[in-house]
C-alpha cells in the first residue's frame, strides 16, 4: 500500500520557521519525483516546489522563492520542507506528493498525503 504521511505543521507566527517532513512506503521513492502543493481556505490548489528523483534538481513557485527549502532522502524516503520567513498568505494545508514526472504541475503526480495544517497568525 503507497503511504505519504506529511509532518510538522502546525501554529507560528508571521516572520517564524517550520519545517514538513513527508515519509514514504509502498513504492520504489528514489525513482520517483516529489512535490509540495498547498490550499488555502477557499481556494485551489497551488503547487508550491518540486524536487527531481536524485535530488540535484528542484523548482520553487515565485511565491516562496528564497524562504522555502526543498530536500529530500532517499535512504530514509522522506521529503521535507524548510519554510522560513513565513507570511499570513502561506497559511494553508500542505501536502506532498509523488509522481514519475519531474514537472511543475500538480495533476502529474499520482500519489497524495493526507495533508498537514500550516497556519501562519499573531
Known amino acids: 500500500e503507497v503511504q505519504l504521511v506529511e509532518s510538522g505543521g502546525g501554529l507560528v507566527q508571521p516572520g517564524g520557521s517550520l519545517r514538513l517532513s513527508c515519509a514514504a512506503s509502498?513504492?520504489?521513492?528514489?525513482?520517483?519525483?516529489l512535490t509540495w502543493v498547498r490550499q488555502a481556505p477557499g481556494k485551489g490548489l497551488e503547487w508550491v516546489s518540486a524536487?527531481?528523483?536524485?535530488?540535484?534538481?528542484?523548482y520553487y513557485a515565485e511565491s516562496i522563492k528564497g524562504r522555502f527549502t526543498i530536500s529530500r532522502d532517499n535512504a530514509k524516503k522522506t521529503l521535507n520542507l524548510q519554510m522560513n520567513s513565513l507570511k499570513p498568505e502561506d497559511t494553508a494545508v500542505y501536502y506532498c506528493?509523488?509522481?514519475?514526472?519531474?514537472?511543475?504541475?500538480?495533476?502529474?503526480?499520482?500519489?497524495w498525503g493526507q495533508g498537514t495544517q500550516v497556519t501562519v497568525s499573531s
Open positions: 506528493a509523488a509522481g514519475n514526472k519531474y514537472t511543475t504541475s500538480a495533476a502529474t503526480y499520482k500519489y
Open positions: 509502498g513504492f520504489t521513492f528514489d525513482d520517483h519525483a
Open positions: 524536487i527531481s528523483w536524485n535530488g540535484d534538481s528542484t
